[in-house]
């Protein structure tokens, strides 16, 4: 069913039919009836530029097999690509969030090196796809197959993850080299209304919020036992006995029993600033245990600059004065096992006690959902689609400038002290992702679109 390399996740529907309740799942059942309607025995492609890490490879594991238990023909396709093409698109996603990376406008060579880039993977999907399909194209990284799908009688929808609260002069020159591409594309799909640019105003447009699955490895239930072990496994608890933990740690020790855990889990991005969290919870918060929690960057091969930012993470930590270094761990979650992977992403925000995004742009952050999911107070930048997931002081806290370190630490040493009602906060959090953020929202939302066809 789906691309070889991406191994999915099950879904627990009857599980996740009694967390919904009668009335969702009768709702839920329906949109899917649509939607197989709509398709008529032909495809629902999804298409995007890796099968693991990210929350784009994270909704995917869980919408596939959702659709596949509702009987709903679905396909997964990575496309692959060099470090040319992958280097370009990192540019283009970070114009996209209205950075400048001091390279200047993507000119035509390079224009013509993305697309060529993409040339294998239009290849592919020409082969693969058939009249009457549904393509789902994710990012700019796959902007330039929807005119490689021109004449092929398939219906395109371009979703788009990323976005900027105002635009700037790098956001509007990315888009002028997306938008041209996305002229064959029946539909643009956005996580949060305000990431909509202005030119695509005449152009059919939705909003299509990520969601997180309860019942993956990521998300579900763990027993205290569980946590404790996978703590143990990343640095975070200590353990009896002799060596370190399997996982690549950067610390001096774990935390003392009774010190707090203050957690980030992140790619190593410039945009989720890990090193401004380092800064602001090193200088503003006086208690607790920081961990920074990010994928292991050997071998991450669609987006370059992760080694790098951590190797600045690694070198601000070395830098510390040792009474503050002693409170804080680079964690480097291995990739090569997404099981194991989801189980300790899960164990440390379920360890900690705030769960913080100081993202500088985000579109929507998978990790402030999950966070949620599971009662935990978040602490975050009130930037990108963060504002919509977190309503400020009831569900969670926003400090309205990403870079005020000092404002944001006060946040943080409010509720690890015990000062903001964080019980209240999480379960209110949680109950918010189960109204709004589970996957039966996209199934139904995607029924609508196909449905107003
Ligand atoms: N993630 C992970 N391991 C890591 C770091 C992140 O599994 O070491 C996951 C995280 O749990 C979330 C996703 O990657 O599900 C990140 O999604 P988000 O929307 O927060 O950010 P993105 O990476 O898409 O910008």
Redesign the pocket.
């Given at each position: 069913m789906l691309t070889p390399g991406v191994t999915p996740t099950t879904f627990e529907l009857p599980r996740f039919e009694a967390l919904l309740g009668p009335d969702r799942t009768a709702e839920l059942h329906a949109a899917a009836a649509v939607i197989r309607e709509a398709l008529d025995g032909r495809t629902l492609w999804h298409v995007n530029s890796t099968g693991k890490?990210?929350?784009?490879a994270?909704m995917l594991h869980t919408l596939l097999p959702l659709y596949a238990e509702l009987g709903v023909r679905v396909r997964w396709m990575v496309i692959g690509g060099d470090e040319r093409f992958f280097a370009l698109t990192k540019r283009l996603g970070l114009g996209l969030y209205g950075i400048d990376t001091g390279d200047g406008p993507l000119r035509a060579a390079e224009r013509d090196a993305y697309l060529d880039g993409l040339g294998p993977a239009g290849d592919r999907l020409l082969e693969l796809v058939e009249a009457g399909d549904v393509v789902v194209l994710h990012d700019h990284q796959t902007a330039g197959l929807v005119p490689r799908l021109a004449g092929q009688s398939v219906e395109v929808y371009w979703r788009c993850?990323v976005g900027v609260d105002e635009p700037t002069e790098a956001s509007e020159r990315a888009w002028e080299l997306i938008a041209p591409l996305l002229d064959g594309a029946h539909r643009l799909l956005f996580s949060v209304p305000w990431h909509i640019p202005e030119r695509f105003r005449d152009r059919p447009a939705s909003v299509l919020p990520?969601f997180i699955s309860p019942f993956s490895p990521?998300n579900r239930e763990l027993e205290p036992e569980s946590v404790t072990a996978a703590l143990i496994r990343c640095g975070l608890r200590r353990a009896g006995g002799n060596g370190g933990p399997p996982v690549t740690v950067i610390a001096e020790t774990a935390p003392g029993p009774d010190e707090k855990l203050l957690t980030q889990?992140?790619?190593w991005?410039r945009l989720?600033d890990m090193e401004g969290v380092l800064a602001a919870v090193t200088e503003f918060v006086p208690e607790g245990f920081l961990a920074l929690?990010?994928?292991d960057p050997a071998g991450i091969a669609d987006d370059i600059e992760q080694a790098m930012v951590f190797d600045r993470c690694h070198e601000a930590w070395r830098r510390l004065p040792p009474g503050r270094r002693r409170r804080v761990a680079l964690v480097c979650?291995p990739?090569t096992d997404p099981g194991e992977?989801?189980l300790l992403?899960n164990a440390i925000q379920r360890a900690s006690q705030v769960v913080m995004?100081k993202s500088l742009a985000?579109?929507?952050?998978?990790?402030?959902t999950?966070a949620m999911w599971k009662s935990r107070p978040v602490v975050a930048a009130g930037v990108g689609g963060i504002r919509a997931q977190i309503d400020h002081g009831r569900t969670g806290l926003l400090v309205g400038d990403p870079h005020d370190l000092g404002g944001f630490g006060a946040l943080v040493t409010s509720v690890a002290g015990g000062g903001a009602d964080a019980e209240l906060m999480g379960a209110r959090a949680r109950d918010r992702v189960r109204r709004d953020f589970l996957p039966d929202q996209d199934v139904i939302r995607m029924a609508r679109l196909l449905r107003a066809r």
């Open positions: 890490g990210g929350g784009v994270e993850h990520p990521k889990v992140s790619r991005d989720k929690v990010g994928p979650l990739m992977n989801a992403v995004q985000e579109g929507f952050g998978l990790t402030v999950e």
